[in-house]
T-cell receptor
């Protein structure tokens, strides 16, 4: 079945550091890929997405590129801020799964001033 | 602004009680979902609904049931709450093959 694997957390960085959160997937066909973010005390919100190979999703300084050859969708940001502290979830959706999303375990990011 | 509203942020219930978690969306979305969020396990799908009165089991339906009598409302029911159902419950909605919008979550504690 479909699955998403994220790097183990938690991740702790200093402000202005470079961020990478790894995400790899297993799916039938060509899935759409997503990063969701959950700020403390809130629900999830969509951060970015990519729907086909080599697409790059970007938002709020975050980027992720859909790599079919490595089945990966790693999240990056060049310079993190304290306000980026949150839990980040990688997710996928396939044509056969309809509107269902499969999520990874989530990665807790803490950015210290 | 799109909105998915869950009726309670925090709930404390006793073992064996029947528990209702309510979710309302104002976007006329066809699809609605109930997820459970536990540390280290991510989000796991309990049930989803793609239309009024239609439902499908997700990955962990045991011990849960759902009701969707109106398009905007999707209820999760714990028939007889147990301590292993202590968790964060997240409701979401989406149109067909589009992004999902989430509510703020209900943190349920079963004692």
């Amino acid at each position: 079945g479909d699955s998403v694997t994220q790097m183990e957390g938690p991740v702790t960085l200093s402000e202005e550091a470079f961020l990478t959160i790894n995400c790899t997937y297993t799916a039938t066909g060509y899935p759409s890929l997503f990063w969701y973010v959950q700020y403390p005390g809130e629900g999830l919100q969509l951060l970015l997405k990519a729907t086909k190979a080599d697409d790059k999703g970007s938002n709020k300084g975050f980027e992720a590129t859909y790599r079919k050859e490595t089945t990966s969708f790693h999240l990056e940001k060049g310079s993190v801020q304290v306000s980026d502290s949150a839990v980040y979830f990688c997710a996928l959706r396939t044509k056969t799964s309809g509107s269902r999303l499969t999520f990874g375990e989530g990665t807790q990011l803490t950015v210290n001033p | 602004d799109v909105k998915v509203t869950q009726s309670s942020r925090y709930l404390v219930k006793r073992t064996g009680e029947k528990v209702f978690l309510e979710c309302v969306q104002d976007m006329d979305h066809e699809n609605m979902f109930w997820y459970r969020q536990d540390p280290g396990l991510g989000l796991r799908l309990i049930y989803f609904s793609y239309d009024v009165k239609m439902k499908e089991k997700g990955d962990i339906p045991e011990g849960y049931s759902v009701s969707r009598e109106k398009k905007e409302r999707f209820s999760l029911i714990l028939e007889s709450a147990s301590t292993n159902q202590t968790s964060m419950y997240l409701c979401a909605s989406s149109a067909l093959q589009t992004e999902a919008f989430f509510g703020q979550g209900t943190r349920l504690t079963v004692v």
